[in-house]
């Protein structure tokens, strides 16, 4: 189950960094028409080869992110979305192609806030850390185009360099603040899911108070005929339901002699005796006062009745904690079976007539009720 769900949130991952890098390689796309309207406007001041080269290389970048992301490699590594590698080779790009815009250059400052839109789920220090790259490779710009003598105007560079920088820092301060957003919401995501598990664990403790007799450990009258009827409605034509109602002989007598607490240590005893005899699929509980129900799953009349003959067996040999009634314990067994499409209300009226005639025949014993019927 475990694998499944790892599974799916594996895909669910996926797709999601599929689709972010479909919108850089969109992005990737507008920036390589940019860069071919400067080439044929005539400010791309390298060759036209250089400017193929480049845009080959960017296209081949892509192409290589794609196949990682496709084949699920970058699953390998700590940022699936491989954020660190993408935003760096765009603004290696950026900056060549900046580098060879001579004056036009200012008005394509922006194109290093778009890379840096890619970076804004790290956290803020590293983010920094990339802001000043940018801002880095404007200033590394600016000093080639001063050693080549291709300043226009020192005033203009001051002012893009001013502008950018106020630009950087406040996309710094931006991340930061949603950082702290998302750790807020990661915090009461997690306390939320604190809180669901209590809930759910509590639930469940609801779900045993209702469905549990408190004394015995067993399952109430209520949650055994639900269990019971949903095993009749699943029966399939040819199995059997083994149905038979327990009673404990003379737990009156033992009420009025040795006390209450001694007689719920003799239904605790009864049950923890159950326990040991009945497979895991078998179905006892508490029927109400010393009385008892039990359903055994796909058996027959044989090991249907071998089997509650066993527990009374072993009942009768069983010694409760204090031994004060050890030697008098006993029980009697009404059993009848159920095949598909009977009726349940029918089939514990069977058990029940079966339980009676035990006691009339002289208690401690099973009685089913098919030999009635096969007389």
Not at 54 to 63: E, G
Not at 238 to 251: S, V, Y
């Amino acid at each position: 189950m475990n694998a499944g769900r790892d599974e799916r949130d594996q895909q669910a991952l996926q797709q999601l960094v599929s689709k972010r890098f479909a919108m850089a390689a969109g992005t990737y796309g507008l920036a390589l028409l940019i860069t071919w309207l400067t080439v044929a406007s005539g400010f791309y001041l390298a060759s036209v080869q250089s400017a193929v080269i480049c845009s080959s290389l960017i296209v081949l970048s892509q192409a290589g992110f794609f196949w990682m992301f496709r084949s699920g490699l970058n699953l390998r590594f700590r940022d699936p979305s491989l954020t660190e590698p993408q935003v760096t080779v765009a603004l290696v790009w950026l900056t060549y192609f900046l580098a060879n815009l001579g004056a036009a250059r200012g008005s394509l400052l922006i194109l290093y806030l778009l890379v840096l839109m890619f970076a804004v789920s790290l956290p803020p220090k590293l983010f920094a850390r990339y802001a000043g790259l940018a801002f880095a490779s404007f200033v590394l710009v600016t000093f080639i185009d001063l050693r080549a003598g291709r300043f226009a105007s020192l005033q203009i560079v001051v002012l893009e360099g001013a502008v950018l920088l106020v630009a950087l820092v406040w996309m710094c301060l931006f991340v930061g603040h949603i950082y702290r957003l998302r750790q807020r919401m990661r915090q009461r995501r997690v306390a939320l899911q604190a809180h669901q598990d209590t809930l759910r664990g509590m639930m469940r403790q609801l779900e045993d108070l209702a469905s549990t007799d408190e004394l015995t450990g067993l399952f109430n009258r209520r949650h055994f005929l639900r269990l019971a009827q949903t095993a009749l409605d699943r029966l399939r034509p040819g199995h059997r339901l083994g149905l038979a109602l327990i009673d404990l002989d003379h737990f009156k007598r033992i009420n009025d002699q040795y006390g209450h607490a001694t007689g719920d240590r003799v239904l605790q005893t009864f049950a923890a005796v159950a326990r040991a005899c009945l497979r895991e699929g078998d179905v006892l509980a508490r029927y109400g006062g010393e009385e008892f129900v039990l359903l055994l799953p796909d058996t027959d009349a044989e090991q249907f009745a071998a089997c509650c003959e066993r527990l009374r067996e072993a009942f009768a040999g069983a010694e409760p904690v204090d031994g004060a009634v050890a030697g008098q314990l006993s029980l009697s067994v009404g059993l009848t079976l159920m095949g598909a499409g009977d009726n349940l209300d029918e089939a514990l009226q069977r058990a029940d007539e079966a339980l009676y005639r035990a006691k009339r025949g002289g208690r401690n014993r099973c009685e089913p009720s098919w030999q009635l019927s096969d007389a």
